[in-house]
Each structure stands twice: as structure tokens, then as C-alpha cells.
């Protein structure tokens, strides 16, 4: 597990003031989806889906045994096939039902969605280009610019998360929804390059508090340990 760097608006022990009372606070649990095939071919999923591989499913049961020793109140879920086998696997032990969000879904990529780097580099110089510029405002054809992703994708979470002040919620989503709260935590602009590892099935917790993300943990893959050691998974 990575511990929370330190910076305005993080919170790393996760302790209460008196100025955030409990009841006024939602502990939210962002996890990415276990691991699909395509990711293991670096394939860009998107909007599209692939399935777990036999390491995915081992990810989503070592998930669940972790949960289940701490359940939250609610579990909610990106609607896309990925995201919500992994939910259902922890649901199921926990004895929780899923909720599905079609907000919660990865970034459209357009016609880019299905290639890896290599073939985008090849068949789509200018395209790849384009996505190399990190430009926020970049709309792939038939896709979603990072901008209208965010619009997208924060006022989901923070709906949800202001639906259910002093609970703890689980929500199963995808890598690029993930990174949007870490960079809304951290004030890190649209273009700033990735400087964080987001690993399938880890876990990063956050508080809502008062209109504002509070980062608690970041990239717990402990759960995961006896399952990445297993060589017949991969």
C-alpha cells in the first residue's frame, strides 16, 4: 500500500476534526476492476470490455475475502462488464446487492478503443499524437475528450457520495475514473503527466467531506499478494 503523499486537502491518518463531524462524512472506496484480457495484451478497453482472465477472477475472489472481513454499507458499480463481475464477486460474500452506474464507466475512446500502442502508433500517427499531447480538449473520433470525461464523472461520485453521509461505500469502477479523483486531490491539471501506479483490483480510499476529497490510502494490493505469487494464473 502507498501511503498518501503529503498536500493540501489530504488526510493520510484519516482522522476526524471538529470542524467534519461523523455524520458528515462519507468513506468511499474506489477500486479498478480486476484483470481483463485486454489489459493484458495493453489493448484500450474504453467504452468496449473483455474478460477477466483467470488472474482477474482470482483478483475479484481475493477482493471479496477482503471486504468481507470489513463490508461497507453500499456497493456501487460502473455498469460495464469488467467492473461489475468484480463488484458481484464481493457483493456476493458480503451479502450486499450492486448498484449499477452508467456514469461510472471509462473514458470513450473512439475509434482508438480495441489497439494497443503499438498499433496505434502505426495506424494512426496523427491520432497518437494527438493522445500524446495530453491535451484535455482532445475529442477521439467517436469518443470523449478527458474534459467532457471529468464532467462526466465527478458529480457522479459526489452525488453518490453525498447520498450516504456516514457511511462506507465500495464503488467498482475503472482506472481513468480512479486517477480523476486522485488528481482532483492532489489540484493536478488535466495535462499533467501520470505520476501514480493504478493497479487492477487495488484498493485506494478516500473521505468526502464538506464538498471536498480527502485522500486516506493509496494503492493497496496487499489482498493481492497470494494471487499475483501464482504462476498457473497467468
Partial sequence: MTA???????????????????DHMTWVTLVRHAETEWNRE??????????LTPRGLA?????????????PSHIYSSDQGRALLTAHTV???CGLAVKPDR??????YGDLQGLTWHELRGQHP?????????DPDFVPPGGESTRDFQARVMPALE????AHHG??????????VVGLVYRQVLSMPLDARRDYRLDNASINRFRWAQGHWHLLAWGDTGHLDAVQGRDDLV
Fill in 4 to 22: 498518501a503523499p503529503s498536500a493540501s486537502g489530504l488526510d493520510p491518518q484519516g482522522s476526524q476534526s471538529a470542524v467534519d463531524p461523523h
Fill in 159 to 162: 452525488a453518490i457520495a453525498s
Fill in 126 to 134: 496523427d491520432l497518437h499524437a494527438r493522445f500524446q499531447s495530453r
Fill in 42 to 51: 495493453g489493448r484500450m478497453q474504453g467504452d468496449q470490455d473483455s474478460p
Fill in 91 to 93: 457483493a456476493q460474500r
Fill in 59 to 71: 483478483q475479484a475472489q481475493a477482493l471479496a475475502a477482503a471486504f468481507a472481513l470489513d463490508p
Fill in 167 to 176: 457511511e462506507r461505500l465500495l464503488i467498482m469502477t475503472h482506472g481513468g
Fill in 103 to 108: 456514469r461510472l464507466r471509462e473514458r470513450h
